[in-house]
């Protein structure tokens, strides 16, 4: 190292000089005063030099960068000091200058040093005194950090004494601070009287009245680095040391913190002890989460099967499958999948095959993205250094610990980025290159605190990059799931209640569709049709007139639920069945034979259905007649064809149901009458009846 090398000629050279200014003072009284001075300060100063070289022989990793700057810029201005000494205390120089002060000389004493070569021996001496004090508070800086790491790295030692031990510490370093902020302020006093006389410049030849300027000679200038800016600003001129305290002590405290950062590697050593214990944190964590078996541990090597002769044989060895089916097949229909030791690799037997996390956030953000472009992925990730970090949401800054900005990760060579595992997958780092570390990092929830998954790319990214990532990640996420199945709709079949019939209308498309769908009410055909499938039956005429045998009454199709369908037409006129208004009754169209026996129906008008608790029930067994005739005697006042006024009908009708009532009335007499009879007399002459009527029906 270029330090450790110019640190032995420098204290070579130093003890040197201040043996021969020992020997100087020793032989002139006049000035061995200053000699001894200047002989103490180069001792002194050489021997902080070789303190600082041991300590970073011992240990060059706890000194920074500019504090090795700091060490050569002293030892320059050292060696530069030494020179100039030289020259003042040599022979030839003093000799020169002994007969510069002839001609200004009182008295008989022969001076060895003149008054200005005393006065600069003074500033150089002050100069001397500031480097050494310089490197004192640099060496004092270094054992300050070492006292702290071995606070942090010593669990042995009780917290109370390693805190003590660096409260000393620290208390030197302030102490040194102060003395070192003076001593430079003293050396810029002293450089203000060692500046020559003007009235020495000017000689009487114009050759010797102008003197050389070295730029390379110490001056206050270049102890300015080492100040404080605030101490810097003080007028040494027009104050003392007195007042210079009251300001150094208000700074002594600050100065220290800003020379444990810019001399030594402190607080690279505490982030990466950070990092150890994280990473420490890291393993507990992983060593004490329970294993679960995932579908990736299905391929299993299968165990080497050794002979008698220990030779590994080709035998076949049982393997665990790939693909188990399931115990029960979901319909029998289905074929039982064949058990195969190999697997298409197109075609993954899990998603966890081939992907390492699902990424369902990423996946859903995605698929509303590409439903809406208007809506943002929202993609929480986070910028990190040892010391700050920038937490975003997709590119905007969500939280930080720093009011800098996140540029300056980037130029932070310890930098990385975190993505949690739901966002982004292990394959997609690895295609797109990435080094990355896979951690579980505690997230509090309310009073429980659960661990996610998350990933540690070892470097800063920006939101381009990340969003590519979580865009591929859902590309190799769709690509491992199954193709959902086709809607297959429900074919039920219908019954007669919900066959549609040739009037039905459609619901309206404005139903609501959260109610519960109820079967469509069956409507009857339209009647104002001439093509009906089937003759409309007609309700009798009340015209006594055309009730009359003898004269043409019309004609009305067969009955199709008459007991005997094949009796031949007549001229009678048998009561039609009342169809209900809301059954759909086929009627076949009549045959060939009959059809010439009917004559067409004339266009009628249904009048409007009574109301339902009045319909009769529909029966579904043919009717004799007799009930034929009573059931249509109740419709016969809704006729429209009739004559009258719905007055006389109205009339007409109470009439016929007081004559029914009398007749209930006379059979009931006669029931009472003839209750000696039995049961099966009753039931012959109902039979009876109803065969006479029958037979009235067919002439």
Same mark, same amino acid.
């Given at each position: 190292?270029?330090?450790?090398?110019?640190?032995?000629?420098?204290?070579?050279?130093?003890?040197?000089?201040?043996?021969?200014?020992?020997?100087?003072?020793?032989? %002139?009284?006049?000035?061995?005063?200053?000699?001894?001075?200047?002989?103490?300060?180069?001792?002194?100063?050489?021997?902080?030099?070789?303190?600082?070289?041991?300590?970073?022989?011992?240990?060059?990793?706890?000194?920074?960068?500019?504090?090795?700057?700091?060490?050569? %810029?002293?030892?320059?201005?050292?060696?530069?000091?030494?020179?100039?000494?030289?020259?003042?205390?040599?022979?030839?120089?003093?000799?020169?200058?002994?007969?510069?002060?002839?001609?200004?000389?009182?008295?008989?004493?022969?001076?060895?040093?003149?008054?200005?070569?005393?006065?600069?021996?003074?500033?150089?001496?002050?100069?001397?005194?500031?480097?050494?004090?310089?490197?004192?508070?640099?060496?004092?800086?270094?054992?300050?950090?070492?006292?702290?790491?071995?606070?942090?790295?010593?669990?042995?030692?009780?917290?109370?004494?390693?805190?003590?031990?660096?409260?000393?510490?620290?208390?030197?370093?302030?102490?040194?601070?102060?003395?070192?902020?003076?001593?430079?302020?003293?050396?810029?006093?002293?450089?203000?009287?060692?500046?020559?006389?003007?009235?020495?410049?000017?000689?009487?030849?114009?050759?010797?009245?102008?003197?050389?300027?070295?730029?390379?000679?110490?001056?206050?200038?270049?102890?300015?680095?080492?100040? %404080?800016?605030?101490?810097?600003?003080?007028?040494?001129?027009?104050?003392?040391?007195?007042?210079?305290?009251?300001?150094?002590?208000?700074?002594?405290?600050?100065?220290?913190?800003?020379?444990?950062?810019?001399?030594?590697?402190?607080?690279?050593?505490?982030?990466?002890?950070?990092?150890?214990?994280?990473?420490?944190?890291?393993?507990?964590?992983?060593?004490?989460?329970?294993?679960?078996?995932?579908?990736?541990?299905?391929?299993?090597?299968?165990?080497?099967?050794?002979?008698?002769?220990?030779?590994?044989?080709?035998?076949?060895?049982?393997?665990?499958?790939?693909?188990?089916?399931?115990?029960?097949?979901?319909?029998?229909?289905?074929?039982?999948?064949?058990?195969?030791?190999?697997?298409?690799?197109?075609?993954?037997?899990?998603?966890?095959?081939?992907?390492?996390?699902?990424?369902?956030?990423?996946?859903?953000?995605?698929?509303?993205?590409?439903?809406?472009?208007?809506?943002?992925?929202?993609?929480?990730?986070?910028?990190?250094?040892?010391?700050?970090?920038?937490?975003?949401?997709?590119?905007?800054?969500?939280?930080?610990?720093?009011?800098?900005?996140?540029?300056?990760?980037?130029?932070?060579?310890?930098?990385?980025?975190?993505?949690?595992?739901?966002?982004?997958?292990?394959?997609?780092?690895?295609?797109?290159?990435?080094?990355?570390?896979?951690?579980?990092?505690?997230?509090?929830?309310?009073?429980?605190?659960?661990?996610?998954?998350?990933?540690?790319? %070892?470097?800063?990214?920006?939101?381009?990059?990340?969003?590519?990532?979580?865009?591929?990640?859902?590309?190799?996420?769709?690509?491992?799931?199954?193709?959902?199945?086709?809607?297959?709709?429900?074919?039920?079949?219908?019954?007669?209640?919900?066959?549609?019939?040739?009037?039905?209308?459609?619901?309206?498309?404005?139903?609501?569709?959260?109610?519960?769908?109820?079967?469509?009410?069956?409507?009857?055909?339209?009647?104002?049709?001439?093509?009906?499938?089937?003759?409309?039956?007609?309700?009798?005429?009340?015209?006594?007139?055309?009730?009359?045998?003898?004269?043409?009454?019309?004609?009305?199709?067969?009955?199709?639920?008459?007991?005997?369908?094949?009796?031949?037409?007549?001229?009678?006129?048998?009561?039609?069945?009342?169809?209900?208004?809301?059954?759909?009754?086929?009627?076949?169209?009549?045959?060939?034979?009959?059809?010439?026996?009917?004559?067409?129906?004339?266009?009628?008008?249904?009048?409007?259905?009574?109301?339902?608790?009045?319909?009769?029930?529909?029966?579904?067994?043919?009717?004799?007649?007799?009930?034929?005739?009573?059931?249509?005697?109740?419709?016969?006042?809704?006729?429209?064809?009739?004559?009258?006024?719905?007055?006389?009908?109205?009339?007409?009708?109470?009439?016929?149901?007081?004559?029914?009532?009398?007749?209930?009335?006379?059979?009931?007499?006669?029931?009472?009458?003839?209750?000696?009879?039995?049961?099966?007399?009753?039931?012959?002459?109902?039979?009876?009846?109803?065969?006479?009527?029958?037979?009235?029906?067919?002439?």
């Amino acid at each position: 190292m270029a330090v450790l090398a110019a640190i032995l000629p420098l204290v070579s050279q130093s003890s040197a000089l201040a043996l021969v200014l020992y020997r100087l003072a020793a032989a %002139d009284a006049y000035a061995a005063k200053e000699l001894l001075k200047a002989a103490k300060a180069i001792s002194n100063l050489a021997l902080i030099v070789k303190e600082v070289g041991t300590i970073i022989k011992e240990d060059d990793r706890l000194p920074s960068a500019e504090a090795f700057e700091t060490i050569e %810029d002293i030892l320059d201005q050292t060696v530069n000091i030494l020179n100039e000494i030289n020259l003042l205390v040599s022979g030839q120089d003093a000799q020169r200058k002994r007969w510069s002060y002839d001609e200004h000389r009182v008295g008989d004493q022969d001076p060895t040093l003149t008054p200005q070569m005393v006065a600069r021996l003074h500033y150089l001496e002050a100069h001397l005194d500031s480097l050494r004090t310089t490197l004192s508070v640099m060496l004092q800086t270094l054992y300050t950090a070492q006292s702290i790491m071995w606070a942090r790295v010593r669990p042995t030692v009780s917290p109370r004494q390693c805190a003590t031990a660096v409260a000393n510490e620290k208390q030197q370093l302030e102490i040194l601070i102060i003395e070192q902020q003076i001593s430079i302020l003293q050396a810029s006093k002293l450089s203000e009287r060692a500046r020559p006389d003007a009235r020495l410049l000017l000689e009487n030849d114009s050759s010797l009245g102008l003197s050389i300027i070295d730029e390379t000679a110490p001056s206050p200038a270049s102890l300015a680095k080492y100040q %404080d800016r605030f101490i810097a600003t003080l007028d040494t001129q027009t104050s003392d040391e007195q007042q210079w305290l009251a300001s150094v002590c208000g700074i002594s405290k600050s100065q220290l913190g800003r020379l444990l950062d810019r001399w030594t590697r402190l607080r690279q050593f505490e982030e990466d002890l950070l990092d150890a214990e994280r990473r420490l944190q890291a393993q507990k964590r992983e060593t004490q989460q329970p294993f679960v078996e995932s579908d990736s541990e299905d391929d299993v090597d299968p165990l080497p099967k050794f002979g008698s002769s220990g030779v590994g044989s080709d035998s076949h060895v049982p393997r665990r499958p790939d693909a188990i089916p399931p115990l029960y097949a979901e319909s029998s229909s289905r074929p039982i999948p064949k058990l195969s030791s190999h697997q298409d690799p197109a075609v993954p037997a899990s998603p966890r095959s081939t992907i390492s996390t699902l990424p369902v956030e990423a996946a859903a953000a995605v698929e509303a993205k590409d439903k809406d472009d208007g809506l943002d992925l929202e993609i929480p990730w986070t910028l990190r250094t040892r010391r700050y970090y920038w937490k975003y949401v997709d590119g905007k800054v969500n939280e930080s610990n720093t009011d800098a900005p996140s540029s300056e990760a980037f130029a932070h060579r310890h930098s990385w980025t975190e993505v949690q595992a739901s966002w982004v997958c292990k394959e997609a780092l690895q295609e797109a290159g990435y080094s990355h570390t896979q951690v579980q990092k505690e997230m509090p929830d309310g009073r429980r605190t659960n661990f996610e998954t998350w990933f540690c790319i %070892d470097q800063p990214l920006t939101f381009d990059q990340v969003q590519r990532l979580v865009e591929r990640t859902v590309e190799l996420y769709r690509k491992t799931q199954p193709p959902s199945p086709p809607l297959v709709r429900e074919h039920t079949q219908r019954t007669s209640f919900e066959r549609r019939t040739p009037g039905f209308v459609p619901p309206d498309a404005s139903t609501d569709r959260d109610r519960t769908p109820l079967p469509p009410q069956a409507r009857p055909p339209p009647l104002d049709r001439f093509t009906t499938a089937y003759y409309i039956s007609q309700p009798p005429p009340l015209d006594r007139a055309l009730s009359i045998s003898g004269q043409a009454a019309p004609s009305y199709p067969p009955n199709p639920r008459s007991s005997n369908p094949q009796i031949p037409p007549s001229q009678a006129t048998p009561i039609p069945i009342p169809t209900h208004p809301n059954t759909n009754l086929y009627f076949p169209p009549p045959s060939p034979r009959s059809t010439r026996n009917f004559a067409q129906p004339t266009p009628y008008q249904p009048p409007p259905p009574p109301p339902r608790h009045l319909q009769p029930p529909i029966s579904t067994y043919g009717q004799s007649p007799l009930r034929t005739s009573l059931d249509g005697a109740r419709y016969e006042h809704y006729s429209s064809t009739s004559g009258n006024s719905d007055s006389e009908s109205v009339t007409r009708s109470r009439k016929r149901d007081g004559s029914r009532r009398r007749r209930r009335g006379s059979d009931e007499r006669r029931r009472k009458k003839g209750h000696g009879h039995g049961k099966a007399g009753a039931l012959m002459g109902v039979a009876g009846l109803t065969a006479l009527l029958d037979g009235l029906v067919g002439i």
